[in-house]
């Protein structure tokens, strides 16, 4: 990567290589991790918090008047009328995390005034550092991103996400699932969607698609994919993706092909009402149930 870094991006790259650091000495020894639910299937642990508050704490040291849109905190922490908006998730695939499977992520976005301006997704489990900077590309390390050069969908390899939460509609995600299987060479669920955008990105996926995601979960994967040369948008095709708790993403041809079979699930007529630039009220995190209580230190 010849050109140099965004002095944003490169705040958030020393965040995510910080959460990195946490979340691995922790990986090393998980049954000793303090673990809550926040909803069915929906865990948090003590790396979550203390991934978020590192990564939190790097960010305001370097911008103190920036304000912050985070997983587990939500606005607690940062400016409240700030136009740079940091949206973090500090470990995306918390349950493969938690059963040992390394496929997670960290995942940083900065919004400017309703837009994404920097991006930085993190494997620490890889070591694989996706970046972007709004006009400037996508990389991975040092490794220029493009999304991949098919233009059939029954050639395109997609990746998704399943539902989980109660109150998800099971039975309209296998009708789309009957739908698209036998439209494409194959589908898969890893279980982290800011990866799964990367790989988009990477031209490793020729599509993705999933219903549900909060903006943490979306924020700096997409913008990732737009940089390599995809599209995203929900499932209209229209760009209005992040708070409407569904997105499609993938190379132009199938992002197009995508978007003509999902449009009919689309639920953008109910968009979940969260501003991008700083509200006045603080986004309330869930209630949890604790489930694991053996303490450790991080």
Same mark, same amino acid.
């Given at each position: 990567?010849?050109?140099?870094?965004?002095?944003?991006?490169?705040?958030?790259?020393?965040?995510?290589?910080?959460?990195?650091?946490?979340?691995?000495?922790?990986?090393?020894?998980?049954?000793?991790?303090?673990?809550?639910?926040?909803?069915?299937?929906?865990?948090?642990?003590?790396? #979550?918090?203390?991934?978020?508050?590192?990564?939190?704490?790097?960010?305001?040291?370097?911008?103190?008047?920036?304000?912050?849109?985070?997983?587990?905190?939500?606005?607690?922490?940062?400016?409240?009328?700030?136009?740079?908006?940091?949206?973090?998730?500090?470990? #995306?695939?918390?349950?493969?995390?938690?059963?040992? =499977?390394?496929?997670?992520?960290?995942?940083?976005?900065?919004?400017?005034?309703?837009?994404?301006?920097?991006?930085?997704?993190?494997?620490?489990?890889?070591?694989?550092?996706?970046?972007?900077?709004?006009?400037?590309?996508?990389?991975?390390?040092?490794?220029?991103?493009?999304?991949?050069?098919?233009?059939?969908?029954?050639?395109?390899? =997609?990746?998704?996400?399943?539902?989980?939460?109660?109150?998800?509609?099971?039975?309209?995600?296998?009708?789309?699932?009957?739908?698209?299987?036998?439209?494409?060479?194959?589908?898969?669920?890893?279980?982290?969607?800011?990866? #799964?955008?990367?790989?988009?990105?990477?031209?490793?996926?020729?599509?993705?698609?999933?219903?549900?995601?909060?903006?943490?979960?979306?924020?700096?994967?997409?913008?990732?994919?737009?940089?390599?040369?995809?599209?995203?948008?929900?499932?209209?095709?229209?760009?209005?993706? =992040?708070?409407?708790?569904?997105?499609?993403?993938?190379?132009?041809?199938?992002?197009?092909?995508?978007?003509? =079979?999902?449009?009919?699930?689309?639920?953008?007529?109910?968009?979940?009402?969260?501003?991008?630039?700083?509200?006045?009220?603080?986004?309330?995190?869930?209630?949890?149930?604790?489930?694991?209580?053996?303490?450790?230190?991080?």
């Amino acid at each position: 990567m010849s050109q140099a870094l965004h002095p944003m991006l490169n705040i958030a790259i020393k965040a995510a290589r910080e959460a990195g650091r946490i979340i691995n000495r922790a990986s090393l020894d998980l049954e000793a991790l303090t673990v809550s639910r926040k909803g069915p299937g929906d865990f948090v642990s003590e790396v #979550d918090h203390a991934a978020e508050a590192a990564i939190i704490d790097t960010l305001l040291t370097a911008y103190p008047g920036h304000a912050i849109l985070a997983e587990e905190s939500g606005r607690a922490r940062g400016a409240k009328d700030s136009d740079y908006v940091w949206i973090i998730d500090p470990l #995306d695939g918390t349950t493969n995390f938690l059963h040992g =499977l390394p496929t997670y992520a960290i995942s940083i976005a900065l919004a400017f005034r309703g837009k994404v301006e920097q991006a930085v997704v993190y494997d620490p489990a890889r070591n694989d550092l996706f970046m972007a900077s709004k006009g400037r590309g996508a990389f991975l390390n040092d490794k220029r991103l493009r999304v991949s050069r098919r233009t059939q969908l029954a050639d395109a390899l =997609l990746g998704t996400g399943f539902p989980f939460r109660a109150g998800d509609d099971f039975e309209q995600y296998i009708d789309v699932l009957r739908t698209l299987m036998p439209a494409c060479a194959g589908l898969r669920r890893p279980g982290a969607a800011a990866l #799964d955008l990367c790989y988009v990105a990477a031209g490793w996926y020729d599509g993705f698609f999933e219903w549900g995601l909060s903006p943490w979960d979306a924020a700096a994967g997409a913008l990732i994919v737009t940089e390599a040369g995809g599209l995203v948008g929900n499932f209209t095709g229209e760009p209005d993706y =992040l708070y409407q708790h569904e997105i499609v993403a993938g190379s132009p041809r199938i992002y197009g092909q995508l978007v003509k =079979l999902l449009a009919p699930h689309s639920r953008v007529a109910k968009p979940v009402p969260v501003p991008v630039e700083p509200a006045s009220a603080e986004v309330q995190p869930a209630p949890r149930k604790t489930v694991r209580l053996k303490k450790s230190s991080l």
